[in-house]
């Protein structure tokens, strides 16, 4: 039916032929990332009968995005006006919310869509023979980033000794705590007696080359409030990483290291070079330049689209089921199959009570061998000899499958091109800003008769997004269960910031 590869590859032609120079990074200098959201149809229930073996399925880009940049908590606006997260994951799904509000519009007028009717009144399912698959040209920020870094074969290191040799990886501290002196003189001690080298990228993703063989200890920490316990331990590929490992050409040096902070109160890295500088399985945030974010990674976002759906609670209240995604495929860049799944699908497997309709996916996670072109792996590959910095792109792009202006560019937040003047302005909106996404389905609210409403919004006298974000019942109490079982420190945005029209 479909490949990754086949996927990746219509995701990159995509790219190439539907998106517009505008936006997209200057080879020479920069880099971004790629996300799609791909419908895959097929054919006909009787066709499926009739020729079981050779299944026909159409397959589309429904939605796509761009970017890798997100505004700090001071920029954020009461108006609902500007995009806070414009990582591509992030523009994609949203561009594919604007998608999703196009067809249950063409639900409502009795037209062609991807919707039949529910068996509930004012709701709508998804067709039986439409799944929707999500791409990515890299790894997810965050916790699916963290993962043992091999070092290249053809790299010999020298012996090592003293410092973190015999190999105990240290324990997590509370995130308000810093390095204690103890700490630090590990830290010394351990940049003394092994070659490090570190480099930061600009949107704060560090790397570093340890040559060091370590086996690795399990450690578990108790919060102080004695309230909950987490365990902040090595992944079990990080554990064998260095079993078979010789003196000469150790496999594994360190891990992947990722920008995305843990969450303020909650359990810190310990930051101690080497495979121990991460714990894993733990909630964080995007890094942001010096003014901290309040954007959850890329990583727990997809956690949580993973259970609740991708169409938000808004559109719940049309909606029979969540909008789940199928797959998960990412393209050709530092990746692992056990680091994505302990953070896409492990960390909420285990919870219970959900609303009917809500479910902890076992979706399928798969990686591609095709490289997207603007990466940055692909862009360093090409500029090797080239002493210009490389830079992320400041734009993002979004594109929806809609009739009416499907694109959009935007740099901090806003239109691109928009002055500090015109920031508030009609003009100055993403079309998948909040208010935005808002307005528009409003407006599909007021083409619906009452008797024709679901019971969520029938008579009811909702004003603003907070309002009707809340009175989607089902979806809210999913979100309580998620929250309290799993991703507990999940930082919200206040109410503040929801209470627009």
């Not at 806070?84 to 994951?89: G, I, K, R, Y």
């Not at 007696?193 to 949107?203: F, G, Q, S, V, W």
């Not at 570093?208 to 987490?230: C, F, G, M, P, Y």
């Not at 080497?274 to 945030?285: A, E, S």
């Amino acid at each position: 039916m479909w490949s990754a590869d086949e996927i990746a590859g219509l995701c990159y032609l995509h790219y190439r032929t539907r998106l517009p120079k505008q936006g997209k990074p200057d080879p020479n200098r920069e880099w971004t990332s790629l996300a799609a959201v791909v419908k895959v149809e097929s054919g006909a229930q009787r066709e499926v009968l009739d020729s079981p073996g050779n299944l026909q399925v159409t397959k589309e880009v429904v939605a796509m995005g761009t970017g890798t940049k997100c505004i700090g908590q001071n920029k954020m606006r009461k108006t609902g006006d500007i995009l806070n997260d414009s990582h591509a994951e992030v523009v994609a799904k949203r561009s594919f919310q604007r998608y999703l509000l196009h067809q249950l519009w063409l639900a409502a007028s009795h037209q062609q869509c991807i919707f039949s009717p529910g068996t509930e009144t004012g709701k709508w399912k998804l067709k039986p023979n439409i799944i929707f698959i999500f791409f990515s040209s890299h790894t997810p920020c965050g916790d699916a980033s963290i993962f043992p870094i091999s070092e290249p074969e053809n790299q010999l290191s020298k012996p090592v000794t003293g410092g973190h040799a015999a190999g105990k990886s240290p324990e997590c501290r509370s995130n308000h705590n810093h390095l204690c002196p103890e700490d630090k003189r590990k830290s010394e001690k351990m940049a003394s007696n092994h070659i490090i080298k570190r480099m930061k990228t600009d949107d704060g993703v560090c790397f570093s080359i340890i040559t060091e063989d370590l086996a690795v200890r399990h450690e578990s920490v108790e919060r102080k409030d004695n309230t909950n316990q987490k365990s902040c331990e090595c992944s079990a590929e990080m554990q064998t990483a260095n079993k078979d490992t010789g003196l000469v050409r150790p496999k594994v040096v360190d891990v992947h290291r990722t920008g995305a902070k843990c969450v303020p109160g909650d359990l810190d890295d310990a930051r101690i070079p080497g495979l121990g500088y991460h714990c894993v399985g733990l909630l964080r945030v995007k890094p942001g330049r010096g003014d901290r974010t309040c954007s959850m990674s890329c990583s727990d976002k997809l956690a949580r689209w993973n259970v609740l759906g991708c169409q938000g609670a808004l559109l719940m209240h049309f909606l029979q089921y969540p909008v789940y995604l199928s797959a998960i495929i990412v393209g050709k860049c530092p990746y692992s199959q056990e680091a994505m799944r302990r953070a896409v699908i492990e960390r909420c497997q285990h919870i219970s009570s959900l609303p009917d309709g809500f479910l902890t996916q076992e979706v399928k996670l798969l990686q591609s061998e095709l490289q997207f072109e603007h990466s940055r792996q692909a862009v360093q590959g090409v500029q090797t000899n080239s002493k210009t910095k490389l830079v992320p792109c400041s734009a993002a792009i979004s594109w929806s499958a809609v009739p009416e202006q499907p694109l959009d560019v935007t740099a901090d937040g806003f239109r691109q091109g928009t002055t500090k003047k015109g920031i508030g302005s009609q003009q100055s909106r993403s079309k998948i800003c909040k208010v935005e996404l808002f307005h528009k389905f409003q407006k599909l609210v007021t083409i619906i008769s009452q008797e024709d409403l679901p019971d969520t919004l029938r008579m009811k006298t909702l004003k603003t997004y907070w309002d009707y974000k809340e009175a989607a019942l089902n979806y809210q109490e999913a979100w309580r269960v998620l929250r309290s079982q799993a991703l507990l420190g999940w930082v919200e945005n206040a109410k503040e910031y929801l209470h627009f029209t």
